[in-house]
């Protein structure tokens, strides 16, 4: 190979190194485009304080329900758990972004009535591809943005599955319930006095919010069951009929 061969061959090698690079900056430039496009509508929209992050969940279309995360997304008050950790709207909005969960209404009645994610089974955890469901009465009926604020923090905080991959219990749904009621206080659920970790008052927490369908999940997921306080030492039940607070099974 003489000189001038070579000199040839490095030149078409880094003519088509550029052209790569090229190629990459102009695809970066397309989605910095598309990301900007998606967001415009809700920067022009929504009141200035709001932070509209610069990517919005890719599998969220609705405009309803990509208001309701960007909504959640503003949230960064902590709200203190079982465990002493804290947990904000944001983290849970994130949670959404970083596993590109999609956001759907439930138009063919996927969760019966209510809002959900489907599991593959009781104890499996969630297929990736499976979205969040959301309660069309939320929009027909016009319970109104806060309430589906509130909805999403409790849907997205079961797909962060907070006690690892194991079936649904009473406990996840009062700090589902718990974290949504945080994040839009009215809806009216009321947690003042109530150990979630103490098992008698767990069961009369649902029983005085009447969702009472959640006493046939089981109690407690295992990593929790080291912090379950002796229901017998628990004092607040003088007074109270047993079977107003029993367990069902
Ligand atoms: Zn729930």
Redesign the pocket.
């Known amino acids: 190979m003489n000189k001038t061969t070579t000199f040839s061959l490095m030149t078409i090698a880094l003519i088509s190194t550029v052209a790569a690079s090229a190629f990459v900056v102009k695809t970066a430039d397309a989605k910095t485009q598309r990301d900007a496009d998606r967001r415009a509508p809700y920067v022009n929209a929504l009141s200035p304080e709001l932070t509209v992050p610069a990517v919005l969940p890719a599998r969220i279309d609705d405009p309803v329900l990509m208001e309701a995360w960007i909504r959640l997304y503003n949230r960064q008050n902590p709200i203190q758990l079982w465990d002493g950790s804290t947990l904000t709207g944001q983290m849970l909005a994130q949670f959404v972004l970083d596993n590109n969960i999609a956001m759907v209404w439930d138009t063919e009645g996927a969760c019966g009535s209510g809002s959900c994610s489907l599991k593959k089974c009781a104890d499996c955890g969630y297929a990736s591809d499976s979205p969040i469901y959301m309660m069309v009465a939320e929009q027909t009926f016009g319970l109104g943005m806060e309430a589906l604020v509130s909805t999403l923090a409790?849907e997205a905080f079961?797909r962060t599955e907070p006690f690892g991959v194991v079936s649904d219990t009473r406990f996840e749904?009062f700090w589902?319930f718990y974290i949504g009621a945080k994040i839009t206080p009215e809806v009216g659920l009321h947690f003042d006095g109530y150990n979630s970790l103490d098992p008698d008052n767990l069961n009369l927490w649902i029983t005085d919010s009447r969702i009472d369908a959640y006493l046939q999940l089981p109690a407690y997921p295992d990593s929790v069951q080291t912090l379950i306080s002796v229901a017998s030492t628990s004092s607040n039940f003088e007074g109270i009929p047993t079977h107003a607070y029993a367990a069902t099974n």
């Open positions: 409790h079961h749904e589902a």
